[in-house]
């Protein structure tokens, strides 16, 4: 009796033994399945994340490049306007040079170049330089020397009687009429200039 209880005593003991073995691997078990659940979420949780702030550094960068585009295009823009501006000026210049150089000179006058590409005039007569030429008044259209005279109807005179007919009479305009003079147009100040036009006499070119 003694030998059977001790071999069903020794038998439950074992019995719970593997029975604590098994739940204590059971509960081994169930923490490595929690733990890997854990790494797992942690990994989702770290490369949605990554994923997120990837699409933010793409986004960024698109703004930044959408950003610079549109700059670059603001300072082409802006460099074309500053480069129209200045053939435009360059052209108006051009027209404005081309215009000075044919104006008709005054007797005695002659048209320079300076080394600064500026035109400037040289009054041989009063041996002085100008920047401009001087301003010419109109000229008056030239009179006739006689006055026109508009013609005359001829004034009959009651024939007498006789041989021969008289001839008809013509009234006579005052003979010699006065001459009338021409005026002549005087060339008026040169208005004065911020800077002096080059010494006289000039650099040869």
């Known amino acids: 009796m003694k030998k059977e209880a001790k071999e069903k005593k020794k038998a439950e003991e074992q019995a719970e033994l593997e029975k604590a073995a098994e739940e204590e691997a059971a509960e081994k ?20 994340e990554a994923k997120a702030k990837r699409q933010q550094e793409l986004a960024a960068e698109e703004e930044r490049q959408m950003q610079e585009a549109l700059r670059q ?30 104006k008709p000179l005054p007797p005695g006058w002659e048209r320079k170049v300076n080394e600064e ?6 009054d041989h007569i009063t041996r002085t330089t100008h920047w401009q030429l001087p301003q010419q008044q109109p000229v008056q259209p ?41 005026p002549v147009a005087q060339p008026s100040p040169v208005a004065a200039m911020a800077t002096a036009p080059p010494a006289y006499p000039p650099q040869q070119q």
């Open 29 to 48: 078990k169930r923490e490595a399945e929690e733990e890997r659940a854990k790494q797992k979420a942690e990994h989702e949780r770290q490369y949605a």
């Open 73 to 102: 295009s603001e300072e082409q823009a802006k460099l074309e306007e500053e480069q129209r501006k200045l053939e435009e000026e360059k052209r108006k210049e051009k027209e404005a040079f081309d215009a000075e150089m044919a």
């Open 142 to 182: 030239a009179q006739p020397m006689y006055p026109q005279i508009p013609p005359q109807q001829p004034t009959y005179v009651a024939a007498q009687p006789g041989y021969p007919p008289q001839q008809p009479v013509y009234q006579q305009a005052p003979y010699p009429p006065q001459p009338t003079v021409c």
């Open 117 to 122: 590409g500026k035109i400037f005039y040289i």
